[in-house]
């Protein structure tokens, strides 16, 4: 079955967007919404990757949150009650008590943005941040999140603004496929409040002094970073998306359009 995100309410922007980019396909994106290959062809026509639209001048149909569709109701056995607050809204559910998080979020919750890689903890493409740290959601059960906040990739922005990290992701290029950056992107902003609060890493110097913040060098992003797994090949523009977030130093970008505009 072809994943289907449905948007009714397309502004005139957006719509101008993609009347210009893919005329032949508006018919079937007002009836039925916009579907996988949508997205795919518009990459394919813009030479560019699902963050870097954001520069066409769409970044509010990127940006918005997939509407929750009805579901039937299903049977759940070992049933218990949770509630906790996932990008700011309270979410009180019955869900399975061996079910993890990240199934939550993305079957119950209608929040796709991350993603199920190996399910074993080992790629980090399932990341998310709970009360400010940064989770395996595969490995989190939903049952331990009770009273907690979650933050997803979709909880980032605030309204069309993206999170700095985001849009420095996007200035250096620190993607191609786009599957593992949405947890890539929520590791890098933990990882900033872990800097700030000085905690050491494998690479720090001398873990029995506690700084007050630390310095993120390259080797320490690098190891802090080593749990998020990119097959494409992104790390040096990884590194330098969070470098220029960090702020230690600005970081030209590397890459320009077709036409010579950056």
């Known amino acids: 079955m072809e994943e289907r995100s449905t948007f009714p309410d397309l502004s005139e922007a957006e719509r101008k967007a993609l009347e210009e980019l893919m005329p032949d396909e508006m018919g079937e994106i007002i009836s039925s919404g916009i579907k996988r290959r949508h997205f795919l062809k518009l990459f394919a026509v813009t030479g560019t990757s699902l963050l870097a639209a954001n520069l066409l001048g769409i970044e509010q149909l990127m940006a ?3 509407p929750i569709e009805e579901q039937p109701p299903v049977l759940i056995e070992n049933g218990i009650n949770v509630s906790f607050q996932v990008n700011g809204s309270t979410q ?16 119950r919750l209608g929040l ?22 940064r989770v395996l959601s595969c490995l989190t059960l939903a049952a331990t999140c009770e009273d907690k906040k979650v933050t997803t990739i979709e909880g980032l922005a605030i309204g069309n603004e993206l999170h700095p990290m985001q849009a420095s992701f996007i200035k250096h290029d620190g993607f191609q496929c786009g599957y593992c950056t949405p947890g890539q992107i929520c590791s890098a902003v933990a990882l900033m409040g872990e800097a700030k609060n000085g905690d050491a890493s494998y690479v720090t110097a001398n873990v029995r002094k506690k700084e007050k913040s630390v310095k993120l060098s390259n080797e320490e992003i690098r190891e802090r970073m080593s749990g998020n797994i990119c097959r494409c090949g992104a790390y040096p523009n990884i590194v330098n998306a969070i470098r220029e977030v960090h702020g230690d130093q600005a970081v030209a970008q590397v890459w320009q359009f077709a036409d010579g505009t950056i």
């Open 92 to 107: 009180k559910l019955t869900v399975d008590s061996r079910m993890t998080l990240l199934d939550t979020l993305r079957e």
């Open 112 to 133: 796709t943005g991350s993603k199920k890689g190996c399910d074993h903890g080992q790629c980090g493409a399932c990341t998310v941040i709970v009360d400010d740290k």
């Open 64 to 66: 918005r949150s997939v």
